[in-house]
Nanobody, 122 residues
Framework: VQLQACGGGLLQAGGSLRLSCAAS????????MGWFRQAPGKEREFVAA????????YYADSVKGRFTISRDNDKNTMYLQMNSLKPEDTAVYYC????????????????WGQGTQVTVSS
C-alpha cells in the first residue's frame, strides 16, 4: 500500500484546512486508517483514526470537536477536515494504514504517507 498525503499549508489561527490521503497499490477498504502529526522536537502523536467502513471514528482529545476524519473507499482516499485551527496544531501531518483493529500508537501502522506540513500562525 502506498499513501500520499496532501493539502497542508500556512494559515492563520481560526482557519480551516482539509487534508487528503490517497492510497494506491491495493484497496484500503479493509484497512483502519489514521492521521498522526509530529511537531519539531516532539514525538509523533495520534490525531484521528477511522474504521474500515468509516462507521467508527476516534480522535485525540486535543482535536475532538474541531477535526473530522472521513474516508471514501470508492476513491481509496481518506480525509481530515480541520477547523478552528490553533498554533499548537502546527506540525507535519502523516496518514497511515494498518490491517486488524484500531491502533493509537504510530508504531502499529506499517504503511505511511510522506507527510504534509500544516503551519498555523497566531
Amino acid at each position: 500500500v502506498q499513501l500520499q498525503a496532501c493539502g497542508g499549508g500556512l494559515l492563520q489561527a481560526g482557519g480551516s484546512l482539509r487534508l487528503s490521503c490517497a492510497a494506491s497499490g491495493r484497496t484500503v477498504s479493509n484497512y483502519y486508517m489514521g492521521w498522526f502529526r509530529q511537531a519539531p522536537g516532539k514525538e509523533r502523536e495520534f490525531v484521528a483514526a477511522i474504521s474500515w467502513s468509516g462507521g467508527s471514528t476516534y480522535y485525540a482529545d486535543s482535536v475532538k470537536g474541531r477535526f473530522t476524519i472521513s474516508r471514501d473507499n470508492d476513491k481509496n482516499t481518506m480525509y481530515l477536515q480541520m477547523n478552528s485551527l490553533k498554533p499548537e496544531d502546527t506540525a507535519v501531518y502523516y496518514c497511515a494504514a494498518k490491517t486488524g483493529g484500531l491502533g493509537y500508537l504510530w508504531t502499529s501502522y506499517p504503511y505511511w504517507g510522506q507527510g504534509t506540513q500544516v503551519t498555523v500562525s497566531s
